[in-house]
């Protein structure tokens, strides 16, 4: 799986948006971008994923780039519960192995 | 949420005792893995299975091993606990859907003290 680099830390106002930029410029062309978080204390949570195209869920929009050597998950309208450590993963998909190799990941924190 | 418990959800043990790790699923996923997590280091897999009887070793598979009976319950078992394996232990699990991206989701963690 490629290597994937975060920041190590980031502030966010409440309400306003998280940006949290990756950079996996040696991502081959069929691996996905993952992002979990981990809300301290908890399990790591999945909150959205994509191979090329920008995805939006409930929780996070993905932001990737064309040459898909980097990508922003968005937290629209961040709040005090987002605060956690997020992790952005390069996942080969269409294999027998689906193991996921964590990093260190941003941690965000948001402020009242 | 993905129908995922662990049990213990806490355990404190004395070095040289036997430990078993339970993860229980009610999704009928094939896949099933355990993880710890230590300061520094992040999560790193253990264990991992891909199916009732079918396990394989991840990065850091030495000291533990880990038994798959039924779909819904893989076990993690410590055979003689030593201090280096304190830690916070994950159970994840995942449907195994051939040729498709994966998505893991996992439990709330058990935290195991080894004294």
């Known amino acids: 799986d490629a290597k994937t680099t975060q920041p190590t830390s980031m502030d966010c106002a409440e309400g306003r948006a998280a940006n949290l930029p990756c950079n996996h410029s040696?991502?081959?062309?069929?691996?996905?971008v993952y992002w979990y978080r981990q809300i301290h204390s908890q399990g790591p949570q999945y909150i959205i994923h994509?191979?090329?195209n920008n995805e939006t869920n409930e929780m996070a929009s993905l932001i990737i780039t064309e040459d898909r050597k980097s990508s922003t998950l968005i937290l629209p309208h961040a709040t005090l519960r987002d605060t956690a450590v997020y992790y952005c993963?390069?996942?080969?998909?269409?294999?027998?192995?689906?193991?996921?190799?964590f990093g260190k990941g941003t941690l965000l924190t948001v402020n009242p | 949420d993905a129908g995922i418990t662990q049990s213990p959800r806490h355990k404190v043990t004395e070095t040289g005792t036997p430990v078993t790790l339970r993860c229980h699923q009610t999704?009928?996923?094939?896949?099933m893995y355990w993880y710890r997590q230590d300061p520094g280091h992040g999560l790193r897999l253990i264990h991992y299975?891909?199916?009732?009887?079918?396990?394989d070793k991840g990065e850091v598979s030495d000291g533990y091993s880990v038994s798959r009976s039924k779909t819904e319950d893989f076990l993690l078992t410590l055979e003689s606990a030593t201090s280096s394996q304190t830690s916070v232990y994950f159970c994840?699990?995942?449907?195994?859907?051939?040729?498709?991206?994966?998505?893991?989701?996992f439990g709330p963690g058990t935290r195991l003290l080894v004294l």
């Open positions: 994840a699990i995942s449907s195994g859907t051939s040729g498709k991206q994966e998505t893991q989701y």
């Open positions: 040696t991502i081959s062309g069929n691996e996905y």
């Open positions: 994509g191979l090329k």
């Open positions: 993963i390069a996942v080969f998909s269409g294999g027998s192995n689906y193991k996921l190799t």
């Open positions: 999704e009928n996923h094939r896949y």
């Open positions: 299975s891909y199916g009732v009887k079918d396990t």
